[in-house]
């Protein structure tokens, strides 16, 4: 059986006391396996 990866997902939590719970999560989706952190972080 072989494996093809379709899409990829980043998941970043922020901790600070301004946010309910203390944490705020943001999920990127559809990230290209090649894009740098760079690229990432502008998105």
Sequence with gaps: MEFILKDQSVQFTFAGEKYSN???????KNVKKQ?????VMAS
């Design 22 to 28: 203390g944490k705020k999560s943001r999920i990127l």
């Design 35 to 39: 894009a740098s952190v760079e690229e």
